[in-house]
């Protein structure tokens, strides 16, 4: 069956084409039923939000998934075929067993089954996780978010035309969730020459507020907020609460003439110096022509040694290098700190060595505020944004969080795990234990031993964690998990704040020694193939929360070091009863 693609023009892309994606309305329902009769892959939660803006052109002067030569190009060089330049790449992948052959029409839809788009599949190449993470991240460290994720995509990527049918539906805060042809024309309507977008996923605290006035009063512009509500750092505020706040913020503190809020739905990278290009390209797209750039813009925090995967100040200088090629003027993010004297924020370099001045990191906001329940200060957020954040996080010993035990078998993981479980309980915290052999007898039956299904379990047991957590509680997970890759994705999916890796160091002599289920003696017998520590590999973590001596230590002298991390951390609340002044027992 034909179909004759209607075309509709979105924007003016900065790189000089047109995009034709969206077919007309009344197509709609006959592309659905010729879609229905195609093969079709369902698209990850990131692929997603790359259709929704490849189809209304926030990434022009694409329009589709990267082919093989632009992808190369834009790995090696940040720029496509063309010479147009583009810093990351936009692909979809694909496992080897599912459609996607070149010359074959599929079907793309989201993960309620609901049909997307209709790719004609004209490429189809392998990739190189190594090239790719290297060249774009900087390097294959899997304690990056994005490298993590890597290692569950498919063998393949596709690139072809799209026949885009529909996007995929929002129903929160639609009045907000602006395409780039939108966004322009109100901020036209605004009448301002000069916007200033403000690239963010946090919430917004008067440092904010203040610094995003001021690039807009120093351009004599208006100012594009607009925050990303796609997929951000594992571990950041939902974007529920964060777009409760810059409403609040947007509608009260600002010039109603001089701002714009829309939502992003961006999948982000954390791609660093390669990140903030693309976001001032994505911006010039929406009609911005300034970019606030902060320190460590779209930065994953610290590798697998501790250290920052890239310098503070290296987003700044790209951006700023390549500013007039994509027409974007990079602002930096300047630190400013309240003088409580005189009631106003100043730039920390032009405040006197003897001034009074106040600040409070962003660890402080959740470690010594929201944790402990405490007011934030009028001075540095508005009561309306406290107000909101103290709804949405409780104190630290009511939050959720996730403690994951890996070792080799025989390391006393399911041991010290079910103590630390009584001791939790008894300082007040609702516990699920997950138990690596429990959780493959319920609800992973039909596994093997495979990688693959190893990793596959893991992932299992990770999105039941993150669950729990994400609903306030604790799990303690106690499996052997061989890989660093695997295990550094259930760290992203609960999050860095609220995840506690425990390595239970043990050699594999001694846990061969102990042997309590006899599965050493079969594995060296060969009796069971692919077993971790005989024939199959085991990657101990390089920078665990935790490394507890399982050979040395008894189970129960584990278990209360880690409940000591735990309550440390705030997650455990210690309450001290003291007895009554006259001795009493009443």
Same mark, same amino acid.
Request: with cysteine; aromatic share 8%.
């Given at each position: 069956?034909?179909?004759?693609?209607?075309?509709?023009?979105?924007?003016?892309?900065?790189?000089?084409?047109?995009?034709?994606?969206?077919?007309?309305?009344?197509?709609?329902?006959?592309?659905?039923?010729?879609?229905?009769?195609l093969p079709s892959i369902r698209l990850s939660s990131r692929a997603l939000c790359d259709l929704e803006l490849l189809a209304v052109g926030a990434f022009s002067p694409l329009n589709q998934f990267m082919g093989e /030569?632009?992808?190369?190009?834009?790995?090696?060089?940040?720029?496509?075929?063309?010479?147009?330049?583009?810093?990351?790449?936009?692909?979809?992948?694909?496992?080897?067993?599912?459609?996607?052959?070149?010359?074959?029409?599929?079907?793309?839809?989201?993960?309620? $089954?609901?049909?997307?788009?209709?790719?004609?599949?004209?490429?189809?190449?392998?990739?190189?996780?190594?090239?790719?993470?290297?060249?774009?991240?900087?390097?294959?460290?899997?304690?990056?978010?994005?490298?993590?994720?890597?290692?569950?995509?498919?063998?393949?990527?596709?690139?072809?035309?799209?026949?885009?049918?529909?996007?995929?539906?929002?129903?929160?805060?639609?009045?907000?969730?602006?395409?780039?042809?939108?966004?322009?024309?109100?901020?036209?309507?605004?009448?301002?020459?000069?916007?200033?977008?403000?690239?963010?996923?946090?919430?917004?605290?008067?440092?904010?507020?203040?610094?995003?006035?001021?690039?807009?009063?120093?351009?004599? %512009?208006?100012?594009?907020?607009?925050? &990303?509500?796609?997929?951000?750092?594992?571990?950041?505020?939902?974007?529920?609460?964060?777009?409760?706040?810059?409403?609040?913020?947007?509608?009260?503190?600002?010039?109603?003439?001089?701002?714009?809020?829309?939502?992003?739905?961006?999948?982000?990278?954390?791609?660093?110096?390669?990140?903030?290009?693309?976001?001032?390209?994505?911006?010039?797209?929406?009609?911005?022509?300034?970019?606030?750039?902060?320190?460590?813009?779209?930065?994953?925090?610290?590798?697998?040694?501790?250290?920052?995967?890239?310098?503070?100040?290296?987003?700044?200088?790209?951006?700023?290098?390549?500013?007039?090629?994509?027409?974007?003027?990079?602002?930096?993010?300047?630190?400013?700190?309240?003088?409580?004297?005189?009631?106003?924020?100043?730039?920390?370099?032009?405040?006197? $060595?003897?001034?009074?001045?106040?600040?409070?990191?962003?660890?402080?906001?959740?470690?010594?505020?929201?944790?402990?329940?405490?007011?934030?200060?009028?001075?540095?957020?508005?009561?309306?944004?406290?107000?909101?954040?103290?709804?949405?996080?409780?104190?630290?010993?009511?939050?959720?969080?996730?403690?994951?035990?890996?070792?080799?078998?025989?390391?006393?993981?399911?041991?010290?795990?079910?103590?630390?479980?009584?001791?939790?309980?008894?300082?007040?915290?609702?516990?699920?234990?997950?138990?690596?052999?429990? &959780?493959?007898? $319920?609800?992973?039956?039909?596994?093997?031993?495979?990688?693959?299904?190893?990793?596959? $379990?893991?992932?299992?047991? %990770?999105?039941?964690?993150?669950?729990?957590?994400?609903?306030?509680?604790?799990?303690?997970?106690?499996?052997?998990?061989?890989?660093?890759?695997?295990?550094?994705?259930?760290?992203?999916?609960?999050?860095?704040?609220?995840?506690?890796?425990?390595?239970?160091?043990?050699?594999?002599?001694?846990?061969?020694?102990?042997?309590?289920?006899?599965?050493?003696?079969? /594995?060296?017998?060969?009796?069971?193939?692919?077993?971790?520590?005989?024939?199959?590999?085991?990657?101990?973590?390089?920078?665990?929360?935790?490394?507890?001596?399982?050979?040395?230590?008894?189970?129960?002298?584990?278990?209360?070091?880690?409940?000591?991390?735990?309550?440390?951390?705030?997650?455990?609340?210690?309450?001290?009863?003291?007895?009554?002044?006259?001795?009493? /027992?009443?």
């Amino acid at each position: 069956m034909a179909i004759t693609q209607e075309k509709v023009a979105l924007i003016p892309p900065y790189g000089g084409r047109l995009i034709d994606l969206m077919v007309a309305a009344e197509r709609v329902n006959a592309l659905t039923a010729y879609a229905n009769t195609l093969p079709s892959i369902r698209l990850s939660s990131r692929a997603l939000c790359d259709l929704e803006l490849l189809a209304v052109g926030a990434f022009s002067p694409l329009n589709q998934f990267m082919g093989e /030569a632009d992808y190369r190009q834009v790995c090696a060089e940040m720029r496509l075929t063309d010479g147009t330049l583009f810093p990351i790449p936009i692909v979809l992948d694909v496992s080897a067993d599912a459609p996607g052959e070149v010359g074959q029409e599929i079907a793309l839809r989201d993960k309620g $089954n609901r049909i997307l788009a209709i790719m004609t599949v004209e490429e189809k190449y392998a990739w190189d996780i190594q090239e790719l993470a290297t060249q774009v991240i900087g390097r294959n460290d899997v304690r990056h978010p994005l490298v993590a994720e890597m290692h569950r995509w498919g063998d393949y990527f596709i690139a072809g035309p799209l026949q885009v049918i529909q996007l995929p539906p929002h129903y929160d805060f639609k009045d907000l969730r602006l395409t780039p042809q939108q966004t322009r024309a109100i901020l036209e309507r605004q009448g301002h020459q000069n916007v200033v977008a403000f690239q963010t996923r946090n919430p917004l605290h008067r440092v904010h507020e203040e610094l995003t006035k001021r690039a807009t009063q120093a351009i004599d %512009g208006t100012l594009l907020l607009h925050p &990303v509500v796609g997929m951000t750092k594992p571990g950041d505020v939902d974007h529920y609460t964060r777009v409760r706040t810059y409403k609040a913020l947007t509608a009260r503190y600002y010039d109603q003439d001089r701002v714009t809020l829309a939502l992003l739905p961006l999948a982000m990278r954390m791609a660093g110096p390669r990140e903030a290009l693309w976001h001032a390209i994505i911006r010039r797209n929406f009609g911005a022509n300034h970019l606030i750039v902060g320190r460590d813009h779209a930065g994953p925090g610290k590798d697998s040694s501790g250290n920052p995967f890239y310098g503070p100040y290296d987003a700044q200088d790209i951006v700023m290098q390549y500013g007039d090629e994509i027409g974007v003027t990079m602002v930096p993010f300047r630190m400013l700190v309240y003088l409580p004297d005189e009631a106003r924020y100043e730039e920390i370099d032009k405040v006197p $060595n003897d001034a009074t001045t106040a600040s409070i990191s962003g660890t402080q906001v959740r470690e010594e505020y929201l944790q402990k329940g405490k007011k934030l200060p009028t001075w540095f957020t508005r009561p309306e944004v406290a107000e909101i954040l103290a709804e949405t996080y409780p104190p630290r010993h009511r939050q959720g969080c996730c403690i994951w035990f890996t070792g080799l078998s025989g390391s006393g993981k399911s041991t010290t795990a079910a103590i630390l479980t009584h001791l939790l309980e008894e300082h007040g915290r609702q516990v699920t234990l997950l138990d690596g052999d429990v &959780v493959r007898t $319920n609800f992973s039956q039909g596994l093997g031993f495979s990688k693959e299904d190893r990793d596959t $379990n893991i992932r299992r047991m %990770g999105f039941v964690a993150s669950e729990i957590v994400r609903h306030g509680g604790i799990v303690i997970c106690a499996a052997v998990s061989p890989y660093r890759a695997t295990r550094n994705e259930v760290r992203n999916m609960v999050g860095q704040d609220r995840y506690a890796e425990i390595f239970m160091d043990v050699p594999l002599e001694v846990c061969e020694a102990r042997d309590t289920k006899g599965l050493y003696t079969r /594995a060296r017998r060969g009796e069971l193939v692919g077993f971790t520590g005989v024939d199959a590999p085991y990657e101990p973590p390089r920078n665990p929360e935790m490394r507890v001596d399982g050979a040395y230590n008894s189970a129960e002298v584990n278990a209360r070091l880690i409940l000591e991390h735990l309550t440390t951390r705030g997650f455990v609340r210690v309450e001290e009863y003291a007895p009554p002044a006259n001795g009493s /027992a009443e």
